[in-house]
């Protein structure tokens, strides 16, 4: 089967730094990406892995191992606004097919 | 540049009838992506078009289907509304070539409820 694991909940207070993992089991890899998604609205684009490492965009981050199956998500210098919910995603060899994850819900408190 | 855009924003149906809804992908974008997304989860994956064609479907039923048109716009179609069918349907576009996708760009989704 195919899955992705998240925790389903994170607390964390403003200007703190927060880390949400994910593990994967896919049939096939191509790269893992980070989306976030305010409560009625659509999800929008954070970030992609497809390689090993840590890609760095303004206060977020998100890591690869390919080897382990695992990425994280990044936030620091947390906002109110961060208050969220966050899919990692997978898109399988061949790019025909993204899987989400159950997504992780932020809370961000003052 | 224009967003993703779907219509309609929201939608009541009844078992059994079917339901088409509609997304204008991003200009330049040539891939488009469905997802079912329920309350509390994560997208799931329905199908996706690639210059007109279906090139990778989920796990859902034949009773789920759609098009992509030259201008590469998209509609879902369903028959056969069952009350699970109720969620928000999201399209999203990419500007991937041969059908690969890394960067999508959702629209506001159709909300979707089945009576």
């Known amino acids: 089967g195919q899955s992705l694991e998240q925790p389903s909940e994170v607390t964390a207070v403003e200007g703190a730094i927060v880390q949400i993992n994910c593990t994967y089991q896919?049939?096939?890899?191509?790269?893992l990406s980070w989306y976030q998604q305010h409560d009625g609205g659509a999800p929008t684009f954070l970030s992609y892995?497809?390689?090993?490492g840590l890609e760095e965009t303004g206060r977020f981050s998100s890591f690869l191992s390919r080897s382990d199956s695992y990425g994280y998500l990044l936030l620091q210098e947390l906002q109110m606004k961060d208050s969220a919910s966050y899919f990692c995603?997978?898109?399988?060899?061949?790019?025909?097919?993204?899987?989400f994850g159950a997504g992780t819900r932020l809370f961000v408190k003052a | 540049e224009t967003g993703v855009t779907q219509s309609p924003t929201h939608l009541i149906k009844t078992r059994g009838q079917q339901v088409t809804l509609r997304c204008s992908s991003q200009?330049?974008?040539?891939?488009v992506s469905w997802y079912q997304q329920a309350l509390g989860q994560g997208p799931q994956f329905i199908f996706q078009?690639?210059?007109?064609?279906?090139?990778g479907r989920g796990n859902f039923p034949p009773r789920f289907s759609g098009l992509q048109f030259p201008n590469y716009s998209s509609e879902l179609n369903v028959n056969a509304l069952e009350l699970d069918d109720s969620a928000l349907y999201l399209c999203?576009?990419?500007?991937?070539?041969?059908?690969?996708?890394?960067?999508?760009?959702f629209g506001p989704g159709t909300r979707l409820t089945v009576l």
């Open positions: 892995n497809a390689l090993d």
């Open positions: 078009y690639y210059r007109e064609e279906e090139n």
């Open positions: 896919t049939s096939g890899f191509y790269g």
């Open positions: 995603a997978v898109r399988n060899t061949g790019g025909f097919k993204t899987i």
């Open positions: 999203a576009s990419s500007p991937g070539t041969s059908g690969s996708t890394d960067t999508q760009y």
């Open positions: 200009s330049g974008h040539n891939t």
